[in-house]
């Protein structure tokens, strides 16, 4: 047989969009692709971690923004950790000749991030000075989606519900009509891009009063970061916007540090980015890390969400150790089968992970991922609402997405920080676990609730009467609500129509819970349970309005 | 009567039932998410189908059998299963169903299937067969896809074949002509194929080995090699 190939002859008409999304796949793909500095084909990206940071010099007084050391010495956190020592710079100027120059040196996980040919990374590994190598590359998903755009500058009427909701579900007005809004609390927002910060009215205060305090673009290299997406720009818009017809978050006098992380809109990136910036927060005094991201199976598996295994989880947990509170979005992955469960870094134990909950039925939104960890671990912490109304460029939309409930709490966290200015970051950690709607009751799909502001305003918040009775026949279990539902929601606000919905969950001996349910019992008071459901000694814990109580099953 | 006795009990039935319901609008039970660790885009089973296009590329091997290659394609579906075996190496088997359309060029010396000149002439082959082969894959990844090379074989079943002509007469009349059951292409076919992918996105190219048509037909064989784009239905 004679063989010829004429590719040329092909239609190139037909084939240029597949062509152009090949390409355009194979760009975002390319993790080792910079705009400045184009990588050859055969390197691939590693972490190289060293062994030690011996003889190396270090004054955090030079090295830290005063912001960063007073937040410190409030914490008693010691300013001369050896994590924020520098890397060994003969350690990597050894490394510089075997690979590229190192784009990314981490201090907390002394650390450098490298191009190199795979052969030769692993190589690197025979190094005295070299304790491992580990490839890099990843891809990032924004935990958002997007709903219908708005042409509106300001709120349309149909959204006015949601527009006071976002606030109001976390009782929010009693941070704002008690003076609080996050003054003094410098934030850290890590994201896609700022597009439209400098220019929508809606951050004109934010620019006026100088709150935007540093930006950088890891990406790039620069401090431009009002450019390239406008999710980060939703994401602070749901922390601090302000419209004409009021602010869109609670925390409209906080300062910001806005860290461009990622490259694209629906965005290929590394964790090197992320990683870079959670050091440079820490350096320039971030009080609260909002993260709006998460990284899923395109580098790891389920069963790897255990809060350790990913580098970003572990960065989380040294940021945390230094007194940083850093609040995650849980993920959009709650309904994919494969996936389902919470993303990292929002997996790390001391990472405030937010959920999303449906508007309006204030019940966990479908896209939300659930806990537990891998390790059996509570997951989500909180929930927040994740429909929100945010501002773009020019106008306001309505995106949905953990993105928007995670940057609700931030600006919760905030206010709160501001009236509790000697917490610790555990401690307003602990405090929005304990305000929530639902506390001591969890779930893995709505953690401890909504937190709520009154619970620190209001003694008789603390005060709960029970709202159920649990009988125990020979047969049932019947849960009995001391107060009929009304059969007319609509006629309820908002809060109290989550208030309507029982909440209860079996728990295994140990203590895990095997399953939970959330059940609306409009038009009626009971509901019964058959015993031969149970195993011995499994927990029945119920929640309504408020009050919680068990029993056992024996 | 009956049927008003019948809705009266249905309507009692209802109402004392929505008096004693409860609405569930959550029901997970924990205890299943921790069993499925078997199947995935990176776990030891995992099937999905595909959608591709794919055009005839090279040149007959005689004269007499030239084609439109930019028209000339097929229009591909299948579905794929993947049994990871490594990190590395995975093996599988595909259905595949396509319909491949070759465009005849309009010539002197043309042969196939007849030496008729017609204003447009087409061989569409509707196929329906299976595939098998070996993936490597590159890049260390989580439950994903990621960047592979497949080698395979495939073998097809041609249960279908229409040649189809434009004409139109000296009055100005257009003809089209739609014939089947020619007893020139042979029933069955193979071939080798191979792909490179990125996740979703998927080059592919194949050659036959085998002849379109049969012996007794003598008839120069129509292009070997084709090439084309295949999107994986997974996530991406």
């Keep these: 047989m004679k063989l010829f190939l004429n590719i040329q002859a092909i239609s190139f008409g037909t084939v240029i969009p597949f062509i152009l999304m090949f390409v355009l796949q194979a760009s975002l793909l390319s993790p080792d692709a910079t705009a400045d500095e184009p990588v ?6 590693f972490w190289v971690f060293f062994t030690d940071k011996a003889g190396v010099q270090f004054d955090p007084y030079t090295f830290f923004d005063q912001k960063a050391i007073e937040r410190r010495l409030a914490h008693n956190v010691c300013l001369y950790d050896s994590l924020d020592y520098p890397v060994r710079k ?207 199976f395109h580098r790891y598996f389920p069963e790897q969400m255990d809060g350790s295994t990913s580098l970003v989880a572990q960065a989380a947990g040294i940021a945390a150790a230094k007194g940083i509170l850093v609040i995650n979005a849980a993920g959009n992955m709650g309904n994919n089968r494969h996936w389902r469960i919470i993303v990292t870094p929002a997996d790390a134990d001391s990472v405030l992970t937010v959920g999303a909950l449906d508007f309006p039925s204030l019940i966990r939104a479908g896209y939300s991922s659930t806990g537990p960890t891998a390790d059996g671990r509570m997951k989500p912490n909180v929930s927040a609402l ?55 009751y969890y779930d893995y799909a709505h953690g401890f609730g909504t937190p709520q502001a009154c619970y620190f305003f209001d003694s008789q918040a603390l005060f709960v009467t029970p709202t159920f009775d649990l009988v125990r026949g020979d047969e049932y279990i019947d849960i009995i609500l001391r107060e009929y539902i009304s059969m007319h929601p609509d006629e309820k606000s908002r809060a109290d129509r989550e208030n309507e919905y029982l909440y209860y969950q079996i728990k295994d001996a140990g203590g895990g819970i095997a399953q939970y349910f959330v059940a609306d019992l409009e038009g009626t008071n009971k509901v019964r349970l058959p015993v031969h459901d149970f195993e011995v000694d499994q927990q029945l814990l119920v929640h309504f309005r408020g009050y919680t109580a068990g029993i056992v099953i024996d | 009567m009956r049927i008003f006795a019948i809705f009266t009990h249905l309507f009692f039935f209802l109402a004392l039932f929505q008096v004693n319901a409860q609405t569930v609008i959550i029901a997970e039970d924990v205890r299943n998410d921790r069993d499925q660790r078997e199947y995935g885009m990176n ?30 394609r097929a229009i591909e579906y299948g579905y794929r299963y993947k049994r990871r075996f490594s ?78 002509t434009h004409d139109e007469t000296p009055e100005g009349e257009r003809i089209r002509i739609r014939r089947t059951r020619m007893d020139y292409p042979n029933k069955f076919g193979y071939g080798v194929m191979a792909r490179i992918g990125i996740n979703n996105l998927v080059l592919s190219g194949r050659f036959r080995y085998s002849d379109l048509f049969t012996d007794d037909a003598g008839l120069p064989e129509l292009p070997r090699w084709s090439v084309g784009l295949d999107i994986g239905m997974h996530p991406f």
């Excluded at chain 1, 050859?40 to 990206?45: E, K, L, M, S, V």
């Excluded at chain 1, 949905?400 to 307003?428: E, H, R």
């Design chain 1, 90 to 296: 003969d350690y990597l100027d050894s490394l510089a000749v075997l690979a590229d120059q190192p784009t990314v040196v981490s201090r907390w996980l002394n650390a450098a991030h490298v191009y190199t040919h795979p052969g030769i990374a692993f190589d690197l590994e025979s190094l005295d000075f070299v304790k491992k190598v580990q490839p890099a590359g990843i891809r990032l998903l924004p935990a958002a989606y997007h709903n219908a755009d708005t042409e509106y500058v300001s709120v349309r009427s149909r959204d006015r519900a949601l527009f006071i909701a976002q606030k109001e579900h976390m009782a929010a007005h009693r941070f704002t009509e008690n003076g609080f809004n996050g003054e003094g609390v410098r934030i850290a927002v890590f994201d896609a891009g700022f597009r439209g910060v400098k220019s929508n009215k809606a951050f004109r205060h934010l620019v006026k009063n100088g709150q935007i305090v540093r930006t950088w673009d890891f990406h790039r290299n620069r401090e431009n970061v009002f450019a390239y997406s406008i999710h980060g720009t939703m994401v602070l818009s749901a922390i601090a916007g302000i419209v004409d017809d009021g602010p869109l978050g609670i925390a409209t006098g906080a300062e910001f540090l806005l860290a461009r992380t990622e490259i694209f809109r629906e965005p290929m990136v590394e964790e090197k980015y992320w990683l870079a910036a959670m050091e440079w927060a820490d350096r320039h005094g971030a009080d609260i890390i909002n993260s709006s991201l998460g990284y899923v």
């Design chain 2, 87 to 164: 990190d590395i190496f995975s093996a599988g088997a595909e259905f595949q169903a396509n319909r491949y359309a070759f465009h005849m060029k309009q010539s002197d010396h043309k042969l196939v299937p007849d030496p008729v000149i017609n204003e447009k002439e087409r061989l569409v082959f509707l196929q329906t067969g299976l595939g098998f082969f070996q993936r490597i894959n590159v890049d260390r990844r989580g439950d994903y896809i990621g960047r592979f090379l497949d080698i395979g074989v495939y073998g097809h079943w041609l249960p279908h074949v229409r040649h189809i």
């Design chain 1, 386 to 440: 994740g429909t929100v109304v945010a501002a773009t460029r020019n106008r306001l939309v309505t995106p949905s997405g953990t993105s928007f409930a995670s940057p609700l709490v931030t600006g919760f966290a905030a206010c709160l920080w501001q009236k509790f200015p000697t917490y610790s970051n555990m401690d307003i950690f602990r405090a929005i676990e304990r305000s929530a709607s639902l506390f001591p």
């Design chain 1, 40 to 45: 050859p084909d055969t390197h691939r990206g």
């Design chain 2, 43 to 72: 776990r030891r089973h995992y099937s999905h189908s595909w959608i591709g296009i794919r055009f005839v590329a090279g040149s007959p091997e005689n004269q007499g059998a030239d084609v439109y290659t930019g028209r000339s």
